[in-house]
């Protein structure tokens, strides 16, 4: 697979939002509402925007995040749905959420059969910690999610850092959360989304540094300060991961972050490794 993987991108169905979350993201998307709404009810339309945007493939970020966002487990078959014609250029990515599933783990067994290439795991969306399976836990489901990922080999993404649509909370963020489940699920890939910005990109660096199966997902940050955000970025370059989180809000375009990412002046190398190659590695035939 050649081309720009942008690994974070959220065409999700928006009638499901809650209506104050939906003010706060529609608000945010004057420009390009309309494209986004045309590419959420037509793959084909998101299809023709990579292409004008120089984009090969995107993995489509869904969550169940019904009493905070109003994403139910429906999102789930609404993805696997949207990207079955175009299975090469998209793809599917979905969660079970433990404090709504009495069967956490056949739940996520049954996605990944249905081909789900990623599970997503939002903290400050689902209110639960990334490591709450831990010391008498309340959710030991969420153990069953990451061990069923693990056997399956399919990646699990986090996200880290802030959010600050209304009802999100935002002392689930820590990345160093994640560092227990690296610990106690080493074969599992676990992708840092956000790289824990803007608090915790600290904490992010070391647990990509301490765990070799750790990666850092960038989307969510202004391209043009990341290296002000990983001053030591190049160090783990094979480890990071192409993402721009669009159509967030503050997020400029699926072409506009790689331009401004160009711009930084890193190597030919390292930018196609960020851009294409880890990607690749990370996904294999996915
Ligand atoms: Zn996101």
């Known amino acids: 697979m050649s081309g720009i993987t942008d690994l974070h991108v959220h065409i999700q169905p928006w009638n499901m939002l809650k209506p104050d979350v939906s003010r706060a993201l529609a608000g945010s998307r004057h ?8 590419c959420q009810s037509d793959p084909g339309r998101l299809i023709a925007h990579l292409d004008s945007e120089g984009i090969q493939r995107v993995a489509l970020i869904n969550y169940s995040s019904p009493d905070v966002m109003g994403f139910t487990d429906k999102v789930n078959e609404w993805v696997l749905d949207y990207c079955k014609s175009y299975r090469d250029r998209l793809l ?37 910690h990334a490591n709450a399976y831990r010391d008498g836990g309340e ?43 690296a610990v106690d699920f080493p074969e599992l890939d676990l992708i840092l989304a956000h790289g824990g910005r803007p608090l915790w990109m600290d904490e992010a660096f070391f647990v990509l540094r301490r765990h070799p199966r750790t ?8 391209p043009r300060r990341l290296l002000d955000y990983f001053p030591r970025l190049e160090s783990m370059a094979h480890k990071v991961l192409w993402g721009t989180d669009w159509p967030a809000p503050g997020v400029p375009g699926l072409a ?5 990412f160009r711009e930084l002046g ?21």
């Open 31 to 38: 420009h390009d509402h309309q494209l986004i709404e045309a």
């Open 92 to 128: 599917p990515v979905g969660s079970v959420h433990p404090r709504f599933s009495s069967h956490p783990g056949d739940e996520a067994r049954r996605l990944m059969d249905a081909g789900m290439c990623m599970l997503k795991v939002h903290p400050s969306h689902q209110l639960i």
């Open 215 to 222: 990666w850092l997902d960038v989307s969510g940050i202004p």
């Open 256 to 260: 506009a972050n790689v331009a401004s």
């Open 266 to 286: 890193l190597s030919a190398e390292i930018q196609d490794a960020i851009l294409e190659g880890n990607a690749a590695r990370l996904l294999g035939t996915r």
């Open 139 to 181: 959710w030991p489901g969420l153990a069953e999610i990451y061990g069923v990922a693990q056997e399956a080999g399919v990646p699990v993404m986090i996200h880290t850092g802030t959010s600050n649509f209304p009802g999100a909370r935002n002392k689930y963020g820590n990345p160093m959360e994640v560092d227990d489940v």
